[in-house]
């Protein structure tokens, strides 16, 4: 299967499927032309990273459990250990944007929005917080 059916059997882009290649997370076979030749195998491990990636996991994360995923011998706790690492990422994550909406809306409070020059939004940006 070429790149093409490859994208849209696993819904990722072609490029994205070119760099997850690069990179080393795929290893389509050649074509005797040179073209990328992607067997159910890859398109399975295609499938799972756009799963993985839509919940947030990163490329090495991807990678790590794409090899417990291949290791019959796998210890349910080391895929477990990782995701709870990776919920924990995602917690702080939603913490530090709750603060960056509490900043914003202070701000936000704090400009006229009206006619005049003056706006606390960018005297903030520029550091200059004091007028």
Do not use: W
């Amino acid at each position: 299967m070429n790149i093409g059916h490859a994208a849209e059997a696993s819904g990722l882009p072609a490029k994205t499927i070119r760099y997850y290649e690069e990179i080393g997370l795929v290893r389509p076979s050649r074509a005797a032309n040179g073209y990328r030749d992607f067997g159910e195998g890859e398109i399975s491990r295609l499938s799972f990273l756009a799963q993985a990636r839509s919940l947030g996991f990163t490329l090495e994360e991807c990678r790590r459990l794409l090899e417990l995923y291949s290791d019959e011998g796998r210890a349910s706790r080391e895929v477990r250990t990782l995701a709870q690492g990776h919920l924990e990422a995602v917690r702080e994550r939603i913490a530090e944007l709750g603060r960056l909406a509490q900043t914003l809306e202070a701000l936000i409070d704090r400009c006229p929005g009206d006619d005049s020059p003056h706006c606390a939004i960018l005297d903030e940006l520029t550091g200059d917080a004091r007028r």
